[in-house]
């Protein structure tokens, strides 16, 4: 088990984290099973998305914006309740197959940290490895 | 593994199950690993939010009435449709890691069963514990 | 670890993938665990929901065309951000209980794969079974 430390640099941000999940499964010592991605707020999330074009990450954003509108009568007193529903939305946990000691990834596909309730130092991510059965 | 009953008391609810998940956590054998949580329901779900203001519960059902609109032709005829749509939105599950033998949740982060189509008796969620790899 | 493999036949489609999963947990070892399911594109998804009365499919094909509207500014050039957004609203992985070498699911509930850019041949689902703790 090891924890992801970023920082966030916008309001709302989808920040890449494949590269430094893939280099905690190649450390550790399962071949196959899952990797477990755990995100520790509750104004925050994780997805899976495609990599290569930034404009997909705008659109992911932005589209969001559109779905969960502000003008709603929200009574939560931090102002913060859109990113709440966002992070419910997309979820705060995943699991990704690991095969030969990699993220066993499709070829677009790229782990993300949603941010929504940013900037913010110090957010988290709990990342545990986990064995297949024979 | 083991099964959490419930009752669901309003038509919309999110029911915090932390303490009782804990709880199962607490009394297996499995110090590092993940818990996952099953929800067998199709108009019901599984999500992760504050649990400290009751505000944001309420913000999040309102929101979420929002986003699915009553209004829309649905076919289905028992006329849930949005429950079941609001079910797929959260997910019916999700796995949470365990260290030293408890969940390691963020601060302000609840474990919340949402009931979408209640009052029901006998809503059920399966609790499986699996271990981390070395 | 084995993978699933379909090809679609609608722009938007739930393929039911219930009793070939439940094939691929029946074929292994493992009688108490997890089945984890990973889609391997990022214009599809992965859900439960019911699979008895397929109008509940067409309702959640529908209300999903109506949270996620097409007449947003969206930048992504191949035009089909849409798909995108609608995969990470259902995610594109989940994991069921195994109880007695089967999966354990709910009365009404299937899994589904979600196809929002389609026809498609060749579309992939990693499935890896996962054992309990003691």
Redesign the interface.
């Known amino acids: ?1 090891q924890t992801i430390s970023l920082n966030t640099h916008a309001h709302e941000e989808l920040v890449d984290l494949t590269a430094e999940v893939q280099r905690i499964v190649a450390d ?3 071949t ?3 990797c ?1 991605l ?5 104004t925050a999330g994780l ?4 990599n290569a ?1 930034p ?2 990450k ?3 954003l ?3 914006r ?4 502000t003008s ?7 102002g913060n ?2 990113a ?2 966002k ?11 690991i ?1 030969q000691g990699r993220l ?6 790229g782990v993300l940290f949603a941010e929504f309730d940013g900037p913010r130092p110090g957010r ?1 991510v ?1 990342v ?7």
Chains 1, 2, 3 share one sequence.
């Not at 755990?38 to 509750?42: A, E, N, V």
């Not at 992070?87 to 197959?97: D, E, M």
């Not at 066993?104 to 596909?109: A, C, P, R, V, Y």
Request: hydrophobic letters at 35%; one cysteine or more.
């Open positions: 088990m550790g010592h399962v196959e099973g899952i477990h755990w995100c520790h707020h509750t997805t899976i998305n495609e074009d404009d997909v705008r659109d992911i932005m589209a969001l559109h779905i969960v509108d709603w009568p929200y009574q939560h007193a931090e309740s859109p709440h529903i992070s419910s939305l997309l979820g705060c946990q995943l699991a990704i197959p095969q066993k990834l499709g070829t677009w596909q988290k709990t545990t490895v986990i064995p297949a059965g024979g």
